[in-house]
């Protein structure tokens, strides 16, 4: 229920074709007022596109500085470091099997429960590609300010500072 949109960067312009395609073909059902809605913040953020306003570089600066908080935090931790650049998700390694259910746990399910532990949300890296034995987890970071907040005292729980 409800209307949502997103935006995607696209280097190739047959995949862009097909992608505005598709999104036309499927966007024909759609109320007046949440089309209105839409329309309106979307003008919104092209017209303060290249301002101090910038809708990118206020986003992009949020997440670099959640980032920047979160890298050093791990940064002296034996147990836990990043394995991905910046971003609204990050990947987390572990590298200890602290707290594991079952000595038959993949170390990547060890990280989960570390991280389930101090209630925290994450996903598996091996959805990703990665394999299980590399112990690396996804963490969100593009929430509400509030909510990093609250995640991110977790995670210096975790961490243990």
């Given at each position: 229920?409800?209307?949502?949109?997103?935006?995607?960067?696209?280097?190739?312009?047959?995949i862009a074709?097909?992608?505005?395609?598709?999104?036309?073909?499927?966007?024909?059902?759609?109320?007046?007022?949440?089309?209105?809605?839409?329309?309106?913040?979307?003008?919104a953020?092209?017209?303060?596109?290249?301002?101090?306003?910038?809708?990118?570089?206020?986003?992009?600066?949020?997440?670099?500085?959640?980032?920047?908080?979160?890298?050093?935090?791990?940064?002296?931790?034996?147990?836990?470091?990043?394995?991905?650049?910046?971003?609204s998700?990050?990947?987390?390694?572990?590298?200890?099997?602290?707290?594991?259910?079952?000595?038959?746990?993949?170390?990547?399910?060890?990280?989960?429960?570390?991280?389930?532990?101090?209630?925290?949300?994450?996903?598996?890296?091996s959805?990703?590609?990665?394999?299980?034995?590399d112990?690396?987890?996804?963490?969100?970071?593009?929430?509400?300010?509030?909510?990093?907040?609250?995640?991110?005292?977790?995670?210096?729980?975790?961490?243990?500072?």
């Open positions: 229920p409800g209307l949502r949109f997103g935006w995607a960067l696209v280097k190739d312009p047959v074709e097909r992608m505005k395609t598709v999104i036309s073909d499927v966007a024909q059902n759609i109320a007046d007022v949440q089309a209105l809605q839409v329309t309106k913040l979307l003008q953020v092209v017209t303060a596109n290249g301002t101090e306003d910038d809708f990118f570089q206020w986003s992009r600066a949020i997440l670099h500085g959640r980032f920047k908080s979160i890298e050093k935090l791990l940064s002296d931790s034996d147990d836990y470091s990043l394995a991905s650049d910046f971003g998700f990050l990947l987390i390694k572990c590298h200890t099997r602290v707290a594991c259910a079952s000595a038959d746990d993949s170390l990547e399910l060890c990280c989960q429960q570390q991280f389930t532990s101090v209630k925290l949300g994450t996903r598996l890296g959805r990703y590609g990665y394999p299980a034995s112990g690396i987890i996804m963490m969100s970071t593009g929430d509400y300010q509030e909510t990093f907040d609250a995640e991110f005292e977790k995670l210096k729980q975790l961490v243990g500072q």
